[in-house]
């Protein structure tokens, strides 16, 4: 989910932000996230966690992102590629 995200310009994200200066943010928000290892690391899974408290005060979501992914595993396995 973390890698769409970093590469998605998400709608709802920019909805729920108000502005598409939100697209640069969460693109340093995964760079970062990655850059500590990301799920495979303890660093990595605190930084995520302190950045859902951050999504959840700011009322953001990357829902787009997340619908890029389920299309994916979807097409995925309908196709035989999972």
């Not at 709608?11 to 969460?26: G, N, W």
């Not at 996230?33 to 660093?43: A, N, V």
């Not at 950045?51 to 005060?57: G, Y």
Request: net charge negative; glycine share 8%.
């Amino acid at each position: 989910l973390m890698k769409i995200a970093a590469t998605l310009e998400d709608s709802t994200l920019i909805k729920r932000a108000k502005t598409p200066d939100v697209l640069a943010e969460m693109k340093e928000w995964t760079s970062i996230y990655f850059k500590l290892g990301g799920s495979h690391t303890e660093q990595g899974m605190k930084y995520l966690y302190d950045l859902d408290r951050l999504f959840i005060e700011r009322n953001l979501s990357i829902g787009g992102s997340a619908d890029t992914l389920i299309l994916t595993i979807f097409i995925g396995q309908l196709t035989g590629l999972l």
